[in-house]
């Protein structure tokens, strides 16, 4: 009887089938200890809808803050986000905004602003809306991301 090759000897042994992974149960999420997505989306609102949310927001910030704009451009920190701010602000008067939310997540929570503004140089008025999606964490707001419509 002929020996078979070790080629041969290897192509007609199976493989056993793989073992199917075990699905991981899913975890609980938590911002941490302090306030709740959900009160500080709800003053946040309630403040900017009186005009009195500047004053507040700063206290809310983590002082690692993150404020992303919809162009990429990041500030990082209380002050550089202050900074970004007071620029628009110089550009920019505000006729009138709203904000519509908080809408409530496990980590944090986004607001619908609408907003009616003039360009100071140009006299150009617009109509904008934008959605800020803020990162909580142990009742602060660590991150903050602006969209905005697409057309």
Not at 13 to 38: E, F, H, L, R
Not at 39 to 45: A, R, S, T
Not at 77 to 85: D, I, M
Not at 91 to 119: N, Q, R
Request: contains cysteine.
């Amino acid at each position: 009887m002929a020996k078979k090759s070790s080629k041969a000897a290897k192509k007609s042994v199976k493989k056993a089938p793989a073992k199917k992974k075990a699905i991981k149960k899913p975890a609980k999420v938590s911002t941490g200890k302090g306030a709740s997505p959900a009160e500080i989306g709800g003053k946040l609102v309630s403040l900017f809808n009186q005009g009195k949310a500047d004053e507040w927001i700063k206290s809310a910030w983590d002082k690692k803050v993150r404020s992303i704009e919809g162009d990429g451009m990041q500030h990082v920190g209380p002050k550089a986000v202050l900074e970004k701010w007071a620029w628009w602000m110089s550009k920019t008067e505000v006729l009138g905004c709203t904000a519509e939310g908080p809408y409530v997540g496990a980590t944090g929570f986004a607001v619908k602003y609408a907003l009616h503004c003039k360009d100071r140089a140009s006299g150009k008025e617009t109509r904008e809306t934008e959605v800020g999606v803020y990162t909580i964490k142990n009742g602060k707001i660590v991150q903050e991301e602006f969209m905005y419509a697409h057309s």
